[in-house]
């Protein structure tokens, strides 16, 4: 059996330290495999943005060990915690958080360009993407106030993909997409799972528990089993 | 061919391009303050430098040249005195000059002008004939300076009248400019034997002594010589050296360009600071974006590049527009200042330019280095939160 892709171990993370300290999260344990679609799920406030946030990378747990793709990320610094996620996670926000002065596929290629991939690869990979998150071609030169929201949020797909990572992180994919257009950005994700992907997913929509194999409850920063609501 | 498309396909200079055209009328105005400071510095620099290119023109090349006068207490310089010069190594002419000053009258007309007595061989030494021809010795023949014969409207032929003296003007010398040896344009130049007869009362003995070097590195070398030589006992002569004064003329003109330059980096100060804001608000504005191209990969550096070179972009465009354009400016100040704009073109004028432009660049880089690391600095979280 390999390593877990996502490993913490007691994980806390206090904001505030001080008088008014705040668990976001507390003694977390979680492991999850390459290739599981794990959901997240809890109501605000219980630290699952926290969470997905120091799964992310984009924040660090105040104690406990965080283990992305084997490595360690308490010992990187600012420009280490950069290149984990550059090259192991692929971030897809609620707000799509596409740039406004870019095209789809000029989106689509940022994380590559950081990357230093060249030119002419960049421009060929970001047109399958694109294809690959069923935008359709004629869209991929148009700005993302062009396009409607579900498909923003398949450029943004694709544009999480872009440097081949292990990981999807989704805060909220559908949050701001009619139940529809959900519903097929979450049969894009799950096919994506079904490549090979992890996909881990934060949501307080039930019905989004149903295309994945676990799900993480999280209630006042602690990690409790199926029936803690 | 390669450079330029390595170029094109940078990331950084695509979005450095892309972010700067997004606030278009907002980035001209940055690039106009770039252009305007540019254009201040460039033109300041060209008029200080056409200034003393017009000086130096108007003195002429005398940097080689000494002139002995007798020291204070002493009348004249004495023929004894000269023999004692002749011996200094390192001189190649010893020109002595007898001067004095006069009213010249032609046909009613009149004017001032310095009296010299110098024989022709040393004359053609320091002066050009534009009509006609250098007087004979002994004779009672004259030749004079553009100015006087502009000014009294002489010709070769013209006979003038010094103190009830006539002599006939045989050569008329070309325009030399301001001089410190002898004044050419303003002087009425005669044989010792006609100078004898205007002036009989004179002692014997020279006014002054022009001597030149055999060689410009030589000059203070003949310079302390001849002193230690005359004033052994007493000081009798004075000896100064021209290239003192040209000297003195480059650095007094060196300091105002640097002075009228300095005024006019004022305004690139302040386009500085505009640049400076533009791109604080534009890291404002895009603190979100800076989030997002945080957590898809781009690190500190990367960040920190892409805001630096849109302060290059800006401030190559704008500084190299400035510098077209200070032509233009340098033409209006000299002509408007100088009324001459011969000097816009000198080589050394080209320089300033430069440095404008350089200055302009630096100026932009130096605007756009706190926003670009400010934005480098910012974490990806709050970034992304930044509504």
Not at chain 1, 138 to 158: T, Y
Not at chain 2, 118 to 142: A, M, N, W, Y
Request: overall charge negative; aromatic content about 6%.
């Amino acid at each position: 059996m390999s390593e877990p892709i996502v490993e913490l171990r007691d994980v806390t993370k206090i904001y505030r330290p001080g008088a008014n300290q705040i668990h976001a999260l507390n003694m977390a344990n979680i492991s999850i495999d390459q290739g599981d679609f794990v959901t997240i799920m809890g109501s605000s406030g219980s630290g699952k943005s926290t969470l997905l946030n120091l799964i992310g990378c984009l924040d660090r747990p105040t104690h406990g060990t965080l283990r992305i793709n084997g490595i360690d990320t308490s010992t990187l610094n600012d420009d280490g915690l950069t290149a984990i996620r550059r090259d192991n996670i692929g971030f897809i926000f609620q707000q799509f958080n596409l740039i406004p002065t870019l095209t789809a596929q000029e989106n689509v290629e940022i994380p590559m360009i950081f990357a230093r991939m060249p030119l002419a690869e960049r421009h060929e990979r970001s047109l399958e993407l694109l294809t690959l998150a069923d935008l359709e071609a004629e869209f991929a030169d148009h700005k993302p106030n062009e396009l409607s929201g579900g498909q923003q949020q398949r450029v943004a797909i694709a544009r999480a993909l872009a440097n081949d990572p292990p990981i999807l992180l989704a805060d909220e994919p559908t949050g701001n997409l009619d139940s529809r257009t959900g519903q097929n950005i979450m049969k894009l994700l799950s096919e994506l799972n079904t490549g090979g992907t992890t996909l881990i997913v934060v949501t307080h929509d039930k019905k989004i528990t149903e295309y994945s194999n676990t799900t993480i409850r999280l209630q006042d920063g602690e990690v409790c089993d199926e029936y803690c609501e | 061919m390669n450079i330029v498309n390595e170029l094109q396909s940078n990331m950084y200079v695509q979005l450095a391009r892309r972010n700067l055209t997004r606030q278009t009328v907002r980035t001209l105005l940055a690039a106009i303050g770039i252009i305007i400071g540019v254009i201040a510095i460039s033109s300041m620099g060209i008029l200080g430098n056409s200034l003393k290119l017009s000086v130096s023109d108007s003195i002429g090349d005398i940097g080689d040249t000494l002139i002995v006068g007798p020291a204070p207490g002493e009348d004249v310089i004495t023929e004894k005195q000269v023999e004692q010069m002749r011996k200094v190594s390192g001189i190649e002419l010893i020109i002595p000059v007898l001067q004095s000053g006069d009213k010249i009258d032609y046909r009613g007309g009149s004017t001032f002008g310095s009296t010299y007595s110098l024989e022709k061989e040393d004359l053609q030494e320091l002066v050009e004939i534009e009509h006609g021809r250098f007087f004979r010795p002994g004779s009672t023949d004259c030749v004079v300076g553009s100015q006087i014969a502009t000014s009294l409207e002489l010709g070769v032929g013209s006979k003038i009248e010094i103190s009830d003296s006539r002599m006939r003007v045989v050569g008329i010398l070309k325009e030399r400019g301001l001089g410190f040896d002898i004044s050419t344009d303003t002087g009425v130049f005669m044989s010792s034997q006609m100078y004898e007869k205007l002036y009989p009362d004179e002692d014997d003995g020279y006014d002054s002594i022009i001597i030149t070097v055999t060689e410009l590195d030589k000059i203070n070398e003949v310079k302390t010589s001849i002193e230690e030589r005359l004033n052994k006992r007493e000081e009798v002569v004075n000896v100064f050296a021209m290239n003192t004064i040209t000297e003195g003329i480059d650095e007094v003109f060196r300091s105002l360009s640097l002075f009228l330059m300095g005024i006019g980096s004022i305004s690139l100060l302040v386009a500085g600071v505009s640049i400076l804001n533009v791109m604080l608000m534009s890291t404002m504005e895009r603190t979100k974006e800076i989030g997002v191209m945080k957590a898809v990969g781009a690190s500190r550096n990367d960040i920190l590049w892409m805001f630096l070179l849109e302060a290059l972009f800006l401030g190559v465009g704008a500084s190299l527009i400035g510098g077209v354009l200070s032509f233009g400016g340098g033409f209006l100040v000299n002509y408007l200042i100088l009324d001459d704009v011969s000097y816009l073109l000198a080589p050394t004028n080209l320089l300033y330019i430069s440095a404008g432009i350089v200055f302009g660049i630096i100026t932009s880089l130096i605007g756009g280095m706190y926003p670009a690391w400010k934005a480098s600095q910012m974490r990806p979280l709050d970034a992304l939160r930044h509504e």
